[in-house]
């Protein structure tokens, strides 16, 4: 389901950034609840066909959340976010690596800081996601993966989710 939300999605070299913006039809603190709660996470965060399964979530300052995205043959990407600093309902950041099973960090792959911001317009909801990369290569590895369309097509999970949440 294509959405009509706006959306945008820029990539800046120089600075080693990408920026998404991203507007949902849902109040603020459903918005919230569907990017930091795993229960919920694990609903859209993957592209389909694939699923996000959770191993552990401790959404707060110094803790992670550890998790794989499976496909649907069975494979598993991990991924590890150590949350740093987390504003209640108005922002967190974190740093995202792949990772194995048991979270030991893949230092052969893109590691990225995350922004990730919520502001309430009326009765939807406006995301800004900053991704900075300690150098252009990794930022660039990561756009290969295909991060772009994989991002956009779950936030579109994330548009189905949320009137049924």
Same mark, same amino acid.
């Given at each position: 389901?294509?959405?009509?939300?706006?959306?945008?999605?820029?990539?800046?070299?120089?600075?080693?950034?990408?920026?998404?913006?991203?507007?949902?039809?849902?109040?603020?603190?459903?918005?919230?609840?569907?990017?930091?709660?795993?229960?919920?996470?694990?609903?859209?965060?993957?592209?389909?066909?694939?699923?996000?399964?959770?191993?552990?979530?401790?959404?707060?300052?110094?803790?992670?959340?550890?998790?794989?995205?499976v496909?649907?043959?069975?494979?598993?990407?991990?991924?590890?976010?150590?949350?740093?600093?987390?504003? @209640?309902?108005?922002?967190?950041?974190?740093?995202?690596a792949?990772?194995?099973?048991?979270?030991?960090?893949?230092?052969?792959? @893109?590691?990225?800081?995350?922004?990730?911001?919520?502001?309430?317009?009326?009765?939807?909801?406006?995301?800004?996601?900053?991704?900075?990369?300690?150098?252009?290569?990794?930022?660039e590895?990561?756009?290969?993966?295909?991060?772009?369309?994989?991002?956009?097509?779950?936030?579109?999970?994330?548009?189905?989710?949320?009137?049924?949440?």
């Amino acid at each position: 389901m294509k959405s009509n939300l706006a959306v945008d999605f820029s990539v800046d070299k120089d600075n080693r950034t990408i920026t998404i913006k991203r507007e949902f039809a849902a109040e603020r603190a459903l918005v919230w609840d569907a990017y930091t709660k795993a229960e919920i996470l694990d609903q859209w965060w993957a592209p389909k066909p694939w699923k996000t399964r959770t191993k552990s979530m401790d959404f707060r300052d110094g803790g992670t959340w550890l998790y794989a995205m499976v496909g649907p043959k069975g494979e598993e990407h991990w991924s590890i976010v150590d949350y740093t600093k987390i504003d @209640p309902k108005q922002s967190f950041s974190g740093l995202d690596a792949f990772t194995d099973s048991d979270g030991n960090i893949n230092k052969e792959m @893109p590691r990225s800081a995350w922004e990730v911001s919520f502001d309430e317009k009326g009765d939807h909801t406006h995301v800004k996601i900053i991704v900075s990369y300690d150098d252009l290569a990794q930022l660039e590895a990561t756009l290969e993966m295909g991060f772009r369309e994989g991002l956009l097509v779950a936030m579109e999970n994330l548009d189905e989710l949320l009137p049924t949440l």
